[in-house]
């Protein structure tokens, strides 16, 4: 919920994040999975970037969504909850 607020990104795009995507450094998501399947690289302002540098951080670089038995994302539960290490 809060990359969407943030952001303006689609649910799947958001569900379809991996680490690799979020670059904190110059605080842009590049996001490869849209609705049109434009590649496209959207800016992140403070407060989401503090959000996902802590999320990442606590994790190691292969990071993806957490999914599950079905092959479903996790949804709810926050950030942290819908990470996982694979």
């Known amino acids: 919920m809060i990359t969407a607020l943030n ?3 689609r649910k799947r795009e958001i569900l379809d994040l ?3 995507d979020v670059d904190l450094k110059n605080r842009i998501i590049h996001v490869t999975h849209t609705k049109n399947w434009e590649v496209r690289d959207i800016p992140m302002n403070e407060v989401l970037t503090s959000i996902l540098k802590e999320v990442i951080n606590k994790g190691s670089k292969n ?3 957490r999914k599950r038995r079905d092959g479903r994302v996790v949804e709810g539960g926050g950030l942290e909850n819908r990470f996982t290490e694979t």
Do not use: L, N, V
Request: aromatic content about 0%; charged content about 35%; hydrophobic content about 35%.
């Open 18 to 20: 991996t680490k690799d």
């Open 63 to 65: 990071m993806k969504m």
């Open 7 to 9: 952001t303006g990104m």
